[in-house]
């Protein structure tokens, strides 16, 4: 199984500050890498698919790169609504599986 | 705008299976080639996979729920069900449904959720 980690597994930051989210498999993946966000007492919501193609109405902060093993979430300009968990999630292979999370804080 | 909704029983007793369903809404379940998954999450926990199933009724499934695990389609009633056997404390958790796409990549991704329902196993 393919073993997905991300880090920091929380951080404390400020509006306005530029943030950076780590994910590593533990074996190639190519770019079977999403993102999602996921706020307290609601569903995950998709935010970048294939590592870094932005799904449809998510804000242009948000932004993804990398391939193979290791893998970045950016967030330019850190707003308000931003503070919540956001996962990584392979769809390399079977079974498919998501990181630990990374819970944003407000500093 | 399509729509899903889990319901199901929100407290099972140990060994019992729980029994979850997916009612799909604004559009049909058979429309396109999507894989209707079950996704769960314990509380203060990451997500977990549980499985997936077309339309067609091919589903494929976590490897760590063995042979626990169901997933059925009904089209005619436009939703899809989720049975887990042998349910522990340990299966306590969000249940959600949700859709997935496939990209042209080959790439699967999560873009529609239910709003997640909390089953809870307890005597």
């Known amino acids: 199984d393919i073993q997905m980690t991300q880090s920091p597994s929380s951080l404390s930051a400020s509006v306005g500050d530029r943030v950076t989210i780590t994910c590593r498999a533990s074996q190639s993946i190519s770019s079977y890498l999403n993102w999602y966000q996921q706020k307290p007492g609601k569903a995950p919501n998709l935010l970048i698919y294939?590592?870094?193609t932005l799904q449809s109405g998510v804000p242009s902060r948000f932004s993804g790169s990398g391939s193979g093993t290791d893998f970045t979430l950016t967030i330019s300009s850190l707003q308000p609504e931003d503070f919540a968990t956001y996962y990584c999630?392979?769809?390399?292979?079977?079974?498919?599986?998501f990181g630990q999370g990374t819970k944003v804080e407000i500093k | 705008q399509l729509q899903l909704q889990e319901s199901g029983s929100g407290l099972v007793e140990p060994s019992q299976t729980l029994s979850l369903t997916c009612a799909v809404s604004?559009?049909?379940?058979?429309?396109?080639?999507?894989?209707w998954s079950w996704i769960r999450q314990p509380p203060g926990k990451g997500l977990e996979w549980i499985g997936y199933i077309y339309h067609s009724a091919s589903a494929s499934y976590n490897p760590s729920f063995k042979s626990r695990v169901t997933i059925s389609v009904d089209t005619s009633k436009n939703q899809f069900s989720l049975k887990l056997s042998s349910v522990t404390a340990a299966d306590t958790a969000v249940y959600y449904c949700?859709?997935?796409?496939?990209?042209?990549?080959?790439?699967?991704?999560?873009?529609?959720w239910g709003r997640g329902t909390l089953v809870s196993v307890s005597s």
């Open positions: 294939a590592a870094s």
């Open positions: 999630q392979q769809s390399y292979s079977s079974p498919l599986a």
């Open positions: 949700a859709r997935a796409v496939i990209t042209s990549g080959g790439i699967l991704a999560w873009d529609l």
């Open positions: 604004g559009g049909s379940i058979s429309s396109g080639d999507y894989p």
